[in-house]
């Protein structure tokens, strides 16, 4: 049976947390639900209508994902994203 792809996003999300916390502050509940919507095409209106808050609450969220990953751009974090999820 094929991983859904909300057990893959989980499972990325977690070892994502789990590297934040060793170099940084862990990722608050809120900055967790926004990772998976991160690699997507979608614009900060559109991620913020998803979660049902402001665009403002999304950009906020975003900036404080990228300065506990310690990357400044929604590539290097999805490309982090990417490293973190690949099988060792």
Do not use: C, N, W
Not at 34 to 39: A, D, G, K, R
Not at 56 to 71: D, I
């Amino acid at each position: 049976m094929p991983v859904r792809p909300q057990a893959q996003a989980f499972a990325r999300v977690e070892q994502i947390t789990a590297a934040a916390a060793v170099g940084a502050s862990a990722l608050t509940t809120a900055e967790l639900r926004l990772l998976p919507l991160l690699p997507t095409h979608l614009s900060s209106r559109e991620i913020a209508e998803r979660l049902f808050v402001s665009r403002h609450t999304v950009k906020s969220q975003v900036q404080s994902v990228y300065r506990k990953l310690g990357v400044s751009s929604r590539g290097a974090a999805v490309e982090l994203m990417a490293e973190l999820s690949a099988p060792v």
